[in-house]
C-alpha cells in the first residue's frame, strides 16, 4: 500500500513557476514509478509527466514538454513536478500516481488527491 500526498499547488499568472511536491508513505517508494497527470475543469484526467524507478527514464505529454520537469528523491519518497511558463490552459487538479510499470497510460495503482492549479492569464 501506497499514501500520497500532493502539495504546492496554488493561483498564479501565465509564464510563473511552481512546483509540485508529493510525498509517498511506506518504505517501497522506490520500487514506483510515478506519474503526474491532470483534470481539466469539465475535461478528463491526462497524463502529464512520468518517472521510472531510479528516476533514470522520464516522460512528458507533449503539451508540456520543454516546460514541466519531473524528478524524484526516492531518499525522501517524494517526487516532484516543476512547471515552467505556465499557461491558462494548464490550470487543473494535479495529481500524482504510483505503479510498478512505468507508463503513460492512466492504469496507476495508487492515487493521491490531488492539488489544484490555477494559471490567470
Known sequence: ??????????????????????????RTFSRYAMGWFRQPPGKEREFVAAISQSGGSTYYADSVKGRFTISRDNAKNTVYLQMDSLKPEDTAVYYCAATPIVTTTIKYDYWGQGTQVTVSS
Open 1 to 26: 500500500q501506497v499514501q500520497l500526498v500532493e502539495s504546492g499547488g496554488g493561483l498564479v499568472q501565465a509564464g510563473d513557476s511552481l512546483r509540485l511536491s508529493c510525498a509517498a508513505s511506506g
